[in-house]
């Protein structure tokens, strides 16, 4: 199993631009998720999908839209780039979407810079 | 509303010596807590997770932590530290619902020889 694979690794984009990134499982999990991780913030969840079809916000959606056409993808799109979105973006997924204690398996990141 | 809180930003410790990384939260059920490391340029990878039962975890690469409601508190401890242990640790609380997982801001783990 690769796991979960995310492109691109860096991206530098102009304000205004759009652009999105990928993430793919090949575990045939439920649950995948978005985070962005900024210094002396942790990781901040964007959004994340229970199945195919069905997605929902987490604590920091705005400027950011998702949808899950299949199980293993979970693309992220950012529609007009802002500066205040340059930050490394995680993907993750876990098995089950009841499942809280399930682990999470994250992707290698994508850092993006917008100019 | 959920929360997690790293105190120590960044920890300097001697190779071989003890390692203590302090975590609170605050959630008002029984919280599912976890313990993540990152690597340099790496994704977050599963040490340690807590959702019932015996308070003290088990986890991989030597770690352990200890589930204290009363100080609402999840320490993460390792007895003698490597030298690879160096790397970013973040404490997280996830809701029963199983939908969301906070993390705390991350510490920053150096090692000296």
């Known amino acids: 199993n690769a796991g979960v694979t995310q492109t691109p690794k860096f991206q530098v984009l102009k304000t205004g631009q759009s652009m999105t990134l990928q993430c793919a499982q090949d575990m045939n999990h439920e649950y995948m998720s978005w985070y962005r991780q900024d210094p002396g913030m942790g990781l901040r969840l964007i959004h994340y999908s229970v199945g195919a079809g069905i997605t929902d916000q987490g604590e920091v959606p705005n400027g950011y839209n998702v949808s899950r056409s299949t199980t293993e993808d979970f693309p992220l799109r950012l529609l007009s780039a802002a500066p205040s979105q340059t930050s490394v973006y995680f993907c993750?997924?876990?098995?089950?979407?009841?499942?809280?204690?399930?682990?999470?398996?994250f992707g290698p990141g994508t850092r993006l810079t917008v100019l | 509303a959920q929360s997690v809180t790293q105190p120590d930003i960044h920890i300097t410790v001697s190779e071989g010596a003890s390692l203590e990384l302090r975590c609170n939260y605050s959630?008002?059920?029984?919280?599912?807590l976890f313990w993540y490391v990152q690597s340099p340029g790496q994704g977050l990878q599963l040490l340690l997770k807590?959702?019932?039962?015996?308070?003290l975890v088990q986890g991989i690469k030597g770690f352990e932590a200890e589930f204290k409601r009363s100080q609402s508190s999840f320490n993460l401890r390792k007895p003698s530290v490597h030298w690879s242990d160096a790397a970013e640790y973040f404490c997280?609380?996830?809701?029963?619902?199983?939908?969301?997982?906070?993390f705390g801001a991350g510490t920053r783990l150096f090692v000296k020889a």
């Open positions: 997280a609380v996830g809701d029963t619902g199983g939908f969301k997982t906070i």
């Open positions: 959630y008002g059920a029984t919280p599912y």
């Open positions: 807590y959702f019932s039962g015996d308070t």
């Open positions: 993750a997924s876990r098995p089950s979407t009841s499942g809280g204690t399930d682990t999470q398996y």
